[in-house]
């Protein structure tokens, strides 16, 4: 059974940072292309970036240039450095990686630009 925990969110000022980490259980994450998604209120839960099994990475265009993926293989988590962030970057903030056809999520972490 994979388990995905996401943590790292919070409060943050227009044009702060934050890093979200995602902690998987198991040698996953160098194997799968594993994504971070985001759901804001009232809204669809929308796919924000991925990084695959060769460590190439894409982005949404909403969040090219500010947010980056990455990974640590040997702690088996996947982090998301966000830089510069809007009010529309508040959102519950999702991992998720798909392994022999079935998705697994973790459980969101939220996180609130405002001033």
């Known amino acids: 059974q994979v388990q995905l925990v996401e943590s790292g969110g919070g409060l943050v000022q227009p044009g702060g940072s934050l890093r979200l980490s995602c902690a998987a259980s198991g040698s996953i994450l160098g194997i799968y292309t594993t994504h971070w998604y985001r759901q804001a209120p009232e809204k669809q839960r929308d796919w924000v970036a991925s990084?695959?099994?060769?460590?190439?990475?894409s982005y949404a265009d909403s969040v090219k240039g500010r947010f980056t993926i990455s990974r640590d293989n040997a702690k088996n988590t996947l982090y998301l450095q966000m830089n510069s962030l809007k009010s529309e970057d508040t959102a519950v903030y999702y991992c998720r990686v798909r392994i022999d056809g079935r998705d697994y999520w973790g459980q969101g972490t939220q996180v609130t630009v405002s001033s």
């Open positions: 990084i695959y099994a060769n460590s190439a990475t």
